[in-house]
T-cell receptor
Framework: KAGVTQTPRYLIKTRGQQVTLSCSPI?????VSWYQQTPGQGLQFLFE???????NKGNFPGRFSGRQFSNSRSEMNVSTLELGDSALYLC????????????FGSGTRLTVV | TQLLEQSPQFLSIQEGENLTVYCNSS?????LQWYRQEPGEGPVLLVT?????EVKKLKRLTFQFGDARKDSSLHITAAQPGDTGLYLC??????????????FGKGTLLTVNP
């Protein structure tokens, strides 16, 4: 079956702009989590959605938001981009979110200039 | 906040050598996972260990979960260039619950030179 699909793969934005990233989970998976990965901080948890509801949230400012649709597809949005938002954004899906393992997409590489 | 410390941070070895990387915490985890991430890709799950003292083998890779479920190690025998990548450990919180989320270490970047 198809894996987790993230679009776009690469994105270059200017400081102050906003961006929307998309994630399609594995078919049948209802939980979608988002992570930010940087060389200095590693993988940091942004938020998790399950059945269209945000169930968990990490320690990121309100500029980072997300949503999940009825087909489990998810989007995350970052408004008023800052240079420090440059990172690899990873989406991961699992059946229930408590399966203790995640299937990751290939990520979206966001560069803010 | 649960933290996972991975060591070493970087490791560069020659093909055929053995190596061990470590994942340590002061917290107890219900399970611990190891992922490998190749450049430009997302992490891929290698193994999950759930029982204290558990040892799992995956070809040349041996994973061990500490008796107290606070630490884990990954040993690679006769490393090959294809083993190159970022090795991440991730701990699942004890007790589960609706606020369940994995805690990731920062990873060990392994380079195996031909």
């Amino acid at each position: 079956k198809a894996g987790v699909t993230q679009t776009p793969r690469y994105l270059i934005k200017t400081r102050g702009q906003q961006v929307t990233l998309s994630c399609s989970p594995i078919s049948g998976h209802r939980s979608v989590s988002w992570y930010q990965q940087t060389p200095g901080q590693g993988l940091q948890f942004l938020f998790e959605y399950f059945s269209e509801t945000q169930r968990n949230k990490g320690n990121f400012p309100g500029r980072f938001s997300g949503r999940q649709f009825s087909n489990s597809r998810s989007e995350m949005n970052v408004s008023t981009l800052e240079l420090g938002d440059s990172a690899l954004y990873l989406c991961a899906s699992s059946f229930s979110g408590q399966d203790a393992w995640l299937s990751f997409g290939s990520g979206t590489r966001l560069t803010v200039v | 906040t649960q933290l996972l410390e991975q060591s070493p941070q970087f490791l560069s070895i020659q093909e055929g050598e053995n190596l061990t990387v470590y994942c340590n915490s002061s917290s107890v985890f219900s399970s611990l996972q190891w992922y490998r991430q190749e450049p430009g890709e997302g992490p891929v799950l290698l193994v999950t260990v759930v029982t204290g003292g558990e040892v799992k083998k995956l070809k040349r890779l041996t994973f061990q979960f500490g008796d107290a479920r606070k630490d884990s190690s990954l040993h690679i025998t006769a490393a090959q260039p294809g083993d190159t990548g970022l090795y991440l450990c991730a701990g699942a919180p004890a007790g589960g619950g609706s606020n369940y989320k994995l805690t990731f270490g920062k990873g060990t970047l392994l380079t195996v030179n031909p």
